[in-house]
């Protein structure tokens, strides 16, 4: 059986002749794309609480075994503290900037996703669209708008819906393939693909500290979703989503 546009080779790793040959643009000493998309000028940014103040103890032997897919939340809220953490443990920069070490693995270190943020239930933040700024560690708005933030609801496949009406928030990943590809050329979609795996393993296990719970999602509208977050869709597009909420 075929598939348009698919292929095992994209899961292949055939180094014929060596990485350092490939014409990338890497090799042929283009500058290194930024780790991190700029914010629009007058953008306000909105402060998150700060790592050495989160606390969050939690066995980790305890959240590696307990950790599962959780589709049912309360009606409760995530404080912006356990959302810091959240944002922090995914994406999270432990030490310098541009090229700098995060809380997860990324080949090359190039860490090609941005982290969207459809927030309906967090203290002190408005229902909206929002994007995390990993090298700040704050947040900028895209849509401070209910309405808009609501789209996600109808923006997956059906069998997501029930869990997209509940969420507190939904975790959108957006891969920026050029930082990639800039490195490793053909390689970067596999690459890009196993680098969304270590983000959201991370957000299933701090999830487990703040009693909250944790659903990845792959099956969403592409367009839905791209239209969401407001990317081209070609440069940039959602690439893994992830449902979190307050377990009882
Ligand atoms: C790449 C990926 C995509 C997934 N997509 C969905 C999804 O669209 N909807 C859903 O309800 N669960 C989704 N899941 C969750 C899996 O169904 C779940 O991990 C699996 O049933 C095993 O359950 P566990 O996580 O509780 O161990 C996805 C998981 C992964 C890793």
Redesign the pocket.
């Known amino acids: 059986m075929k598939y348009k546009n698919f292929s095992r080779d994209f899961l292949r790793c055939d180094f014929e002749e060596g990485w350092s040959k490939w014409p990338t643009d890497s090799n042929k000493g283009v500058p290194m794309p930024m780790p991190q998309k700029a914010c629009a000028l007058g953008d306000k940014l909105i402060d998150l609480v700060a790592p050495i103040d989160f606390k969050f103890d939690i066995k980790l032997q305890d959240a590696i075994k307990n950790?599962?897919?959780r589709?049912e939340f309360t009606q409760g809220f995530l404080t912006l503290k356990e959302l810091s953490f959240l944002l922090w443990s995914t994406q999270g920069i432990i030490d310098g900037d541009i090229t700098a070490h995060r809380t997860v693995p990324s080949a090359n270190s190039r860490h090609p996703f941005e982290t969207y943020l459809v927030i309906r239930r967090v203290k002190d933040l408005k229902p909206g669209v929002y994007r995390y700024l990993p090298i700040e560690h704050k947040l900028c708005i895209v849509y401070d708008d209910k309405e808009q933030a609501e789209k996600i609801s109808t923006s997956?496949?059906e069998?997501?819906s029930s869990?997209m009406q509940n969420a507190a928030v939904v975790f959108i990943w957006a891969a920026v393939p050029y930082r990639t590809e800039w490195r490793a050329g053909p390689y970067a979609y596999k690459f890009i693909a196993i680098d969304a795996?270590h983000i959201?393993q991370n957000l299933?296990l701090a999830a487990e500290a703040i009693q909250a719970g944790v659903?990845?999602?792959?099956?969403?509208e592409q367009q839905a979703v791209d239209n969401l977050i407001n990317v081209s869709g070609k440069d940039e597009f959602a690439v893994?989503l992830a449902t979190v909420g307050k377990i009882a």
């Open positions: 950790r599962c897919s589709r997956c496949f069998i997501n869990q795996g959201c299933y659903c990845a999602v792959a099956a969403y893994y």
